[in-house]
């Protein structure tokens, strides 16, 4: 069983779509992120949930939305997407907001044309 | 603001030599210091980590040692293997205890065999 699983591994969409990027985790962890990793490998956080409450929110264009039905699953809603938006989105998973040690999922390759 | 440095931005070794990878970081009250291996595809690993309170730890092949006067911390591979080839992210927590790692800009460490 895969501890963090992101569907769907690869989306290639156009400008001006609106896409979703599924994670659920299977490891009881109450805290779950949204990362974006760049084209020069940079991991930047975007958002976590810890128990469905946002905790963080950085400096993400509105057009992001994430969602977290429980706190097993994190969803990312992408609206009016950009070439910008083009990146690897892993999300990951913590015991809790103290316990920093992340499980990722194997990453969502966006590629916007 | 919240900033980690790592260098390299590349790194080759031959088979059997050891590699160094040194992160520096800006926040005084981070206390906790992930090492994420990442392979070609896939999402972060987590290998080793260090907290605080500690100067060293070591794990087999792999250490990590913190200096928390310097504010840097660096991973020790010994005895290198080709399956060591993958990029290495260092990362430290933010003081906010929101689970939130800043990472670094990663490290290609290439085993040549």
């Known amino acids: 069983d895969t501890a963090v699983s992101q569907t769907p591994k690869y989306l290639v969409t156009q400008m001006g779509n609106d896409k979703s990027i599924k994670c659920e985790q299977n490891?009881?962890?109450?805290?779950m992120y949204w990362y974006k990793q760049d084209s020069k490998k940079f991991l930047k956080i975007m958002f976590s949930y810890n128990n469905k409450e946002l905790i963080i929110n950085e400096t993400v264009p509105n057009r992001f939305s994430p969602k977290s039905p429980d706190k097993a699953h994190l969803n990312l809603h992408i609206n009016s997407l950009e070439l910008g938006d083009s990146a690897v989105y892993f999300c990951?998973?913590?015991?809790?907001?103290?316990?920093?040690?992340?499980?990722f999922g194997s990453g969502t390759r966006l590629t916007v044309v | 603001g919240e900033n980690v440095e790592q260098h390299p931005s590349t790194l080759s070794v031959q088979e059997g030599d050891s590699a160094v990878i040194k992160c520096t970081y800006s926040?005084?009250?981070?206390?906790?210091f992930p090492w994420y291996k990442q392979e070609l595809g896939k999402g972060p690993q987590l290998i080793i980590d260090?907290?605080?309170?500690?100067g060293e730890k070591k794990d087999q092949r792999i250490a990590v040692t913190l200096n928390k006067t310097a504010k840097h911390f660096s991973l020790h591979i010994t005895e290198t293997q080709p399956e060591d080839s993958a990029v290495y992210f260092c990362a430290a927590s933010v003081s906010s205890n929101t689970g939130k790692l800043i990472f670094g800009q990663g490290t290609t460490l290439q085993v040549k065999p």
């Open positions: 260090i907290r605080s309170n500690v």
């Open positions: 926040d005084s009250a981070s206390n906790y």
């Open positions: 490891l009881g962890h109450d805290t």
């Open positions: 990951a998973s913590s015991p809790n907001t103290g316990d920093y040690g992340y499980t």
